[in-house]
């Protein structure tokens, strides 16, 4: 009778199950075994194909590059300011002041971009309610994800016309422009990152501050920036790899002229960065030419600088990570 | 004293990072205002009876016997406007009136010898008809409003005139007439510049209200409506009401622009009631109603973008954003996986996560170098031959951008499902496999989730990877993954600096970009929407 309604409970494989020995059997246990290991195996081989695409990315991009410097034009690349590729007779590669271009709006951009982050991160840790701290962080977010090609189109078809009529600049599309959507598209790195330095601070260092008299201003300026410097440079780094990275907003926005802004502090002329260069030229170059080459060595600038940035932004982000243990 | 200045610094403190926030949502509204706002005017405006003969005749929409009725009408009023516009510009034009002049004059005595008059009768009338023609060519071809008025007067009270009633020749006694209004109403030496004039304003005509029904159908699309939308008839009008001269205002001074009112320059002639029709008729004559375009977005454009929508762009976008999605989604969480479950601190993870970061960092036009030197120049010809950029090489070269999006992501994700979940699952017995399989992705599905659609926005707003790797301006819709295709934010730098035409129509510009941001917005606000909720499960739990 008792085991007739066992039988109706379970079924007889199920029933197997609970009368299993717990010891697993050399050959399942050998099995479970590989299992692991294969499929550590296999996740490490797919782990590794991030490192491939980056060994990839080098190959590719430096290959090209380096035929380019090892070619007779090479000696002007980092001397001469002409870069005239498609010059019939003549052409020349000089990507100064490519380079320069790059630098100026980037550094513009930051001059406006870094204050601004920074005053407005340390308003969103400390100073802001809850509430507004809510609204705030989807703003940042929404200006974050606007496309690169949506800022250039606003800078072109709205910034622009209001740079040249309004303020009376002889083209609208020039450094300015380009380092004011550039500053805007820093922002949101630069404040989330600050943001995030600033509270590993701990507490009891601005209670230690405050206890001591000092006004919320002070605590901030004097105490905590200080304290999170390393991580508030980490975020100016990357704004600037971002400010340096961008393509389609300064390909649109800065005017594209070959040249360097005279005198230094004329922000109204029109500048031309590397990427600009590169999405401009690319789609003429002949393939295997000197101008494609140089074009690649051009990227290839453009990849080692950010590599090195990239390595001095871990370098900040290392301390901060430790500060924020110790 | 010195109290109240540090007070004085903080409260400034206070209200400097507070403007920095507040400078923050105004540069959002300010960015994203003007954009959207003319954006949506791609779909939403006043459409005319033109835009409903180009749905008809483009796309079969629309109802044959109604859009036939509301042409008909609206075809006699434009014939009669453009009548009125002929008849004036005929008068203007003297070679034309001579030699019509002439010609009516050499019927006219090939009518008198057919109808068998008399030897002298028939030279008489040759000779009169001459004199006649001769004397109104002369009137005709003088720059003297007072000669020609005089001579037409001449012509239209002589006392034979009546001889000439019923034939031929009765054409040059309407046209001297015709003449004579336009003479009495303006400086005939300045009949240069009045042509002039009318050449612009004809050319004006046939954009507003298309080609004369008569004339033959042009070969470009934008020639072959008038306007479609009830702002652009507004611009119109206004631009044939107006006329814009630069003026010179002094030495050294710049040009200033000045509007001159049309209406009143031809104020005298018979022009005038078609100054009159443009500024009050145009509400009858295009009859604007408010109309929902929502087909903008699955229609095809004409070539400059003048006409249509932005269907193949949108297509190409989702295309090319869902099959890099495929290429980096199981790459990117298995290595996640990789990463926090397996993984310890050993030089080669380390190895591996500098890769990761650098990946992260490298500039995006970097990726497109790179993506068509590899992708396109070295990878697809091993698999088939003649082949170029394509959406396949485009949407790899994305899935390479975006891996380390995806990866970082997973990773925090995974890292936040809390511990006790996996150690329930390895007491239960479960190999690690197993318990990531079925205990930490499930968890960790809403974080990964809200990562993948952060990636997704991130491929879909690009532009410089797929620059050279795969994305076209204009061309053919894609009919397989070998094709090039149009993408919404190729099309929005293309639409935006390269055309002429696309700066006559700014809705369709706006409208493409709009629908670039709203598309990438959307899907962040999803990821942020996904996000919250986890948030909030977290602390509820």
């Given at each position: 009778m008792q085991g007739k309604v066992i039988k109706n409970k379970y079924s007889e494989r199920e029933a197997a199950d609970f009368t299993r020995p717990l010891l697993l059997t050399p050959a399942e246990d050998m099995k479970g075994f590989l299992t692991e290991k294969i499929s550590r195996a296999s996740l490490f081989t797919v782990t590794c194909v991030s490192v491939l695409a980056v060994l990839l990315i080098l190959i590719f991009v430096l290959k090209e590059g380096l035929v380019f410097l090892k070619s007779d034009e090479a000696k002007r690349f980092l001397t001469s300011t002409e870069w005239t590729p498609t010059h019939e007779a003549n052409p020349v590669y000089g990507a100064l002041s490519l380079i320069v271009g790059s630098v100026y709006v980037t550094v513009t951009s930051m001059l406006i971009a870094a204050p601004v982050g920074v005053l407005a991160a340390v308003y969103l840790s400390d100073i802001a309610p809850f509430k507004l701290r809510q609204v705030a962080k989807p703003v940042i977010e929404l200006l974050a994800a606007i496309p690169s090609v949506a800022y250039g189109f606003f800078a072109v078809l709205v910034l622009a016309p209001l740079l040249q009529n309004?303020?009376?600049?002889?083209?609208?599309?020039?450094a300015l422009n380009a380092s004011l959507i550039l500053a805007v598209m820093a922002l949101p790195t630069i404040i989330s990152i600050t943001e995030d330095s600033l509270s590993a601070i701990r507490r009891e260092i601005r209670e230690a501050s405050y206890a001591l008299g000092s006004t919320r201003a002070e605590t901030m300026i004097k105490i905590v920036i200080p304290a999170a410097h390393s991580g508030i440079i980490a975020a100016v780094i990357l704004g600037t790899m971002r400010a340096i990275g961008e393509t389609m907003v300064v390909w649109m926005a800065s005017g594209n002229a070959t040249q360097i802004p005279s005198p230094w502090w004329d922000i109204t002329s029109s500048v031309r960065t590397m990427t600009a260069t590169i999405a401009g030229e690319m789609g003429e170059a002949v393939k295997g030419s000197l101008h494609y080459q140089s074009l690649f060595a051009v990227g290839g600038v453009l990849l080692v600088s950010t590599f090195v940035m990239n390595l001095a932004s871990e370098y900040f982000m290392s301390r901060v990570r430790k500060g924020g243990k110790g | 004293m010195r109290n109240r200045l540090r007070i004085i610094l903080n409260h400034l403190f206070t209200v400097f990072s507070g403007a920095s926030v507040a400078v923050l949502v105004l540069v959002l509204v300010v960015v994203l205002g003007p954009m959207l706002s003319k954006g949506v005017t791609a779909v939403f405006f006043r459409s005319t009876v033109e835009f409903e003969r180009l749905q008809f005749e483009m796309n079969n929409r629309g109802d044959k016997q109604q859009i036939e009725n509301s042409l008909a009408e609206y075809h006699e009023h434009t014939g009669r406007i453009y009548e009125i516009y002929d008849e004036f510009c005929l008068g203007l034009n003297v070679s034309r009136q001579v030699s019509q002049v002439r010609s009516i004059a050499r019927d006219y005595t090939r009518q008198l010898r057919y109808v068998d008059t008399p030897d002298e009768e028939y030279d008489r009338l040759k000779d009169l008809s001459r004199d006649i023609r001769d004397q109104f060519s002369e009137a005709l071809e003088s720059q003297d409003s007072e000669f020609a008025l005089k001579e037409i007067d001449k012509i239209l009270n002589m006392p034979q005139r009546s001889e000439f009633k019923g034939t031929e020749f009765e054409k040059v006694f309407k046209m001297a007439k015709t003449y004579r209004d336009v003479a009495a109403a303006m400086d005939l030496d300045k009949r240069d510049v009045y042509s002039e004039d009318l050449a612009a304003i004809g050319d004006l005509l046939s954009k507003l209200f298309g080609p004369r029904p008569s004339a033959d159908k042009p070969p470009l699309a934008m020639n072959q409506y008038g306007a479609t939308r009830w702002d652009r008839v507004k611009k119109l009008s206004d631009e044939l009401l107006w006329k814009t001269q630069w003026q010179q205002q002094g030495e050294g001074m710049p040009l200033k622009e000045v509007r001159l009112s049309r209406a009143q320059m031809y104020s005298?002639?018979?022009m005038k009631s078609f100054f009159d029709i443009l500024e009050n008729d145009l509400e009858k004559i295009f009859r604007p109603r408010m109309k929902i375009y929502w087909q903008y977005l699955i229609d095809d454009s004409t070539p400059g973008y003048?006409?249509?929508?932005?269907g193949p762009e949108i297509i190409g976008t989702l295309v090319l954003t869902l099959l890099a999605m495929l290429f980096a989604i199981p790459p990117g969480i298995i290595s996640a996986v990789y990463l926090v479950e397996y993984a310890g601190d050993t030089r080669t993870v380390r190895l591996i996560r500098i890769c990761i970061n650098t990946l992260a960092g490298v500039p995006s036009i970097v990726f497109g170098l790179f993506g068509m030197a590899f992708f396109v120049l070295f990878l697809l010809p091993m698999f088939?031959?003649?082949?170029?950029?394509?959406i396949l090489t485009a949407s790899l070269t994305l899935s390479v951008m975006i891996l380390p999006i995806i990866i970082r992501a997973s990773e925090e994700a995974i890292r936040s499902v809390p511990v006790s979940y996996k150690q329930a699952a390895l007491a239960l017995g479960a190999g690690e496999l197993r318990t990531v399989l079925t205990v930490t992705l499930p968890a960790a599905m809403p974080g990964i989730l809200t990562g993948i659609i952060l990636s997704l926005s991130r491929a879909a707003g690009e532009t410089a990877p797929i620059l050279f790797t795969g994305a076209v301006a204009l061309g053919p819709i894609a009919k397989s993954l070998f094709d090039p295709t149009r993408t919404l934010s190729y099309g929005s730098y293309n639409i935006a600096v390269s055309d002429r035409i696309s700066m006559l129509v700014p809705h369709n510009q706006y409208g493409m970009v709009s629908a670039l941001i709203i598309l990438v917005l959307v899907l962040n606000l999803a990821a942020i929407i996904i996000r919250s909720r986890i948030s909030k499960r977290l602390h509820a739990s």
């Open positions: 309004k303020f009376g600049m002889v083209t609208g599309t020039n | 005298e002639t018979p003048f006409f249509g929508g932005i088939k031959s003649n082949a170029s950029a394509c």
